[in-house]
């Protein structure tokens, strides 16, 4: 009897503990991430490849997973203007930041890498021509897509080196507009367009390897900014971040993607 009395007595205090346990087991999701460990960035569609590597390498070091939306840095600087509430900002400019920065709407901007525009072809064949500029003269081009030239960076490097050439009036009718750089080279890895103006950096992903591009000398380099956001809750985060893109990781996979860097992004 007094052996049955006590394993009832431990059994009676083990009962109630089990069912706490499984309560709050199944009030709690596993695994969720806490609402204070992630960051919601506003990123360049051109810098999307790198970004996820980049993004990846920083949760799991630190934990700190964040939630990005691509496009256009035109697009993104209208919607900072208008209250969106991201984190930082990745810009494919030193413009766009620089005039959130004499808005009191982000902090001091820094360059954190620099890229070039080019023109990329998922058939081979167009690649022939002695460059660029005789390859868009061909009779047999019908379609050429170009990212936004008001909202999207290399859109207006590459009219303005269209433009340099003589070539932007010639090939006006045949121009497919895009709203930004990663909808440009979707129209162009489908065949939906002869060739396309894109980032150095789509030429490097796998799709990318399987067609062929031109080098634009003649467009600007694409000197890429990023702030981060007077109306972020998440600042110290933030930051941190800000300093990953910027660490030898961050530069391993930016120089994969074909990216420079300059002295103002060390």
């Known amino acids: 009897m007094l052996i049955c009395r006590s394993l009832f007595r431990k059994t009676d205090r083990i009962i109630p ?3 706490v346990f499984l309560f709050f087991s199944l009030a709690t999701p596993p695994f969720a991430a806490p609402a204070d460990r992630k960051l919601t960035a506003a990123v360049v569609a051109g810098f999307m490849s790198p970004f996820q590597e980049i993004a990846a390498a920083f949760e799991k070091e630190t934990g ?18 208008n209250g969106a509430p991201y984190d930082i900002f990745l810009s494919a400019d030193v413009e766009r930041p620089a005039l959130l920065y004499g808005k009191s709407l982000c902090e001091k901007p820094f360059v954190y890498a620099e ?42 490097h590459a009219k303005k080196a269209l433009e340099e050439a003589g070539l932007w009036k010639d090939l006006a009718p045949k121009l497919v507009v895009a709203q930004d750089i990663a909808q440009v080279f979707q129209y162009a890895a489908i065949g939906a367009v002869d060739g396309a103006f894109c980032s150095s950096s789509h030429a490097r992903t796998p799709p990318g390897q399987k067609g062929c591009f031109y080098t634009m000398n003649e467009a600007a380099p ?3 900014s990023a702030c ?5 809750s998440r600042k110290d985060e933030a930051r941190r971040f800000a300093e990953f893109l910027r660490s030898p990781a961050a530069l391993q996979v930016k120089n994969k993607y074909g990216y420079r860097e300059t002295p103002k992004s060390k």
């Open 115 to 156: 890229g070039e525009v080019i023109l990329w072809s998922a058939d081979r064949r167009f690649c022939t021509s002695a460059g660029w500029q005789e390859a868009l003269q061909r009779k047999e081009i019908q379609k050429i897509a170009i990212p936004n030239p008001q909202t999207a960076v290399h859109g207006t």
């Open 228 to 232: 981060v956001l007077s109306n972020s």
């Open 64 to 81: 700190i997973s964040i939630d990005v939306s691509f496009t256009s840095a035109g697009r993104i600087y209208a919607q900072i203007e």
């Open 222 to 224: 694409v000197v890429y």
């Open 17 to 19: 503990l089990f069912f």
